[in-house]
C-alpha cells in the first residue's frame, strides 16, 4: 500500500496541503486580478478627468469679453484695441467672476495682455475676434476746388479753418458747419460711420481746409484664455 | 491508519471552504467598505463638477444678449441627470453662484455665474423635477430664476 503511493508521489498526509498551496497560488493570481482591475479603473477615472470647471471658465472668458456689452468691444465680436491695451487683470475678474480663484492668462495676436499666476497645463480656448484702432488722418483740401470725398468711413471729422475762408461746410449734402464772415478756428463734427463722407464748401471759399478724419482699422486676431484653477 | 485516510478529505475540504470563505469576504469587504464607495464619490464629483458647468452655461445662455432690453420674458428647459452617485440632489443659484449640494459629502460643485450687473440670480432646482429657467424684467433689472415643476 505504502509503495503504491509513492510510486503516485503523494505521501501519506501531504494530500490535504498540496490542493491547499494550490488553492493558495489561485486566490493569490485573483488578487492580483482584482488589484490590476481597480488600477485600471483608478487610471481611466484619472484620464477622464478633463476639468469641466476650468473649460467653462475659459469659454466664459471668451464669450464675455467679446460681448456686445463688455467693456472692452466696440460691437459684438470687434475688440477695442485702447481698451484692450488698458485691460487689467483684476478688471478682467470683474467681467468674469468664474476667473476669481483661477490663475489666467489672456493672449490676443500671440501677444500676451494679461495674466495672474502662472496657468501651466491649464485649459484653453480660442476664438477669432476682430481688434479695431482708430488712425488719425490729416488730408488739406483746396477750398476752391468745392467738394472731396473721404477715401475711408470716419464716425468724426474735425476741421481747420486757420488757412482758409469758409462760410459753409456740408457733410453729404447737409450742412454741418456754417457762419457768416467765415469760419474760423478748429470744429469737430459726428458725421455718421455708415456712409462715405463727402464734403463740399461754398462756392466762393479760398485757401486751404485741413480736415482730420479717424478710419476704424480692423485687423483679425485669435484671442485665447488660459485658466487653470 | 485506514480511519484517519477517511478523515483527511474532509478536514481538507473544510480548510479549503475556510479559506475560500475568508478570502471572499476580506475580498468583499475591501471592495464594499472602502474602494467602491470612493470611486462612486469621485465619478459623482466629476459629474457632479459637469453639471453644474452645464447648468452655468444654460443659465447664461438664457439671459438675452442685449441687457438693457425693456420686457423680456424667456423660459428654458434645462435637462439635468435624475440621480449622481445614486441620490438626488439640488442646484441653488445664490449670490451669483451656482452651487450643487449633495447628501453625500464627497460630491460638491460650485462655480460663478458670469452675467452682467444688473441680473439677479436665484432659486432652485430639485433633481428629477422638470427643470426650468425664466428670466423676467423687473424694475431695470433682470430677475433670472430656476424653477422646479
Redesign the interface.
Known sequence: MSRQRSAVGFP??G??QA??LA??AA?VA??AA?GLS?AF?DAA?AS??R???E???A???T??VV???SPLTRR?NVLDRGAVDALTADALVD????L?DAAFRVRLGGRTVVERGDPVGGTAFRRIVLVAADAERTRSIDAAAGAVTLPRRTGTLRFDFTDSDVETVRVNGRVVLHRDGGLAGTESVAVSRFETARITVDGNATGTIRVSSYPERTVKATLEVTVDA | MRDRRAVTPAVAKTLELGVVLLFIGAVSASLVGGVAPEYRAAAGDEAAGRVVAAAATHVEAAVPVPVDASAVSVERRVDLPPTIAGAAYRVVADGGRLTLSHPNPGVAASTPLALPDRVVVDGTWESGAETVVTVESSANRLRVRLVSR
Not at chain 1, 467681467?95 to 468664474?98: G, M, Q
Open positions: 501519506a498526509g494530500r490535504g490542493s491547499l488553492l493558495a486566490l485573483l488578487t482584482i481597480v479603473a477615472l477622464a478627468d476639468s469641466p470647471v473649460r467653462r471658465a469659454v466664459t472668458a464669450d464675455r460681448a456686445p456689452d459684438a467681467l468674469v467672476p468664474p476669481a
